[in-house]
Antibody, heavy 116, light 107 residues
Framework: QVQLVQSGAEVKKPGASVKVSCKAS????????ITWVRQAPGQGLEWMGW????????NYAPRLQGRVTMTTDTSTSTAYMELRSLRSDDTAVYYC?????????WGQGTMVTVSS | DIQMTQSPSTLSASVGDRVTITCRAS??????LAWYQQKPGKAPKLLVY???KLESGVPSRFSGSKSGTEFTLTITSLQPDDFATYYC?????????FGQGTKVETK
């Protein structure tokens, strides 16, 4: 069965970087893209960007462009999302999801807290 | 960027009610729209994709429809398990986005 397992919760100081991982299993990793979505406490869902696991092509949300980098490691079927220059409003649950549009499978979420 | 305007933000309903949630796109997105259900502390769950295709395993009381740039999620007879927050999401082009969400609560 398809599974996306994300790395554990992180606490970071403002200005630092965070890298969240998403390990996929149960399907051919390179056949699907991975999307990252975040949700601030009590808020809605925000699409962050997408990466092709086939060729590494990416699309990022304009408001995060320049601070976010998405990568994949096909040898371990793992996707990564790195966010730099963290601010307090980056505090959120970060989700990975499989798909290039509609997301049929999701990771369990990773809480990232940015606090001094 | 394409904007999605979802309404209402909150909906009070009773078990057995017919519930309708609407999303309007700022421009044509063809049928590239999905609906998700989210419960507190959980990841979203896909209900409908490509505007009207029901995800496998989702009860048939859920349905999606499209009229121009207006999309609708309908729950024909609300069940206790359906009290949750619902989001639309477009995936037309290269920059995607979610609607603001609709919380379905008990009347």
């Amino acid at each position: 069965q398809v599974q996306l397992v994300q790395s554990g919760a992180e606490v970071k100081k403002p200005g630092a970087s965070v890298k969240v991982s998403c390990k996929a299993s149960g399907y051919t990793f390179a056949s699907y893209g991975i999307t990252w979505v975040r949700q601030a406490p009590g808020q809605g869902l925000e699409w962050m960007g997408w990466i092709s696991a086939y060729n590494g092509n990416t699309n990022y949300a304009p408001r995060l462009q320049g601070r976010v980098t998405m990568t994949t490691d096909t040898s371990t079927s793992t996707a990564y999302m790195e966010l730099r220059s963290l601010r307090s409003d980056d505090t959120a649950v970060y989700y990975c999801a499989r798909g290039s549009g509609d997301f049929h499978f999701w990771g369990q979420g990773t809480m990232v807290t940015v606090s001094s | 960027d394409i904007q999605m305007t979802q309404s209402p933000s909150t909906l009070s309903a009773s078990v057995g009610d017919r519930v309708t949630i609407t999303c309007r796109a700022s421009q044509s997105i063809d049928f590239w729209l999905a609906w998700y259900q989210q419960k507190p502390g959980k990841a979203p769950k896909l209900l409908v994709y490509e505007a009207s295709k029901l995800e496998s395993g989702v009860p048939s009381r859920f349905s999606g429809s499209k009229s121009g740039t207006e999309f609708t999620l309908t729950i024909t007879s609300l069940q206790p398990d359906d009290f949750a927050t619902y989001y639309c999401q477009h995936y037309s082009g290269y920059l995607w986005s979610f609607g603001q969400g609709t919380k379905v609560e008990t009347k």
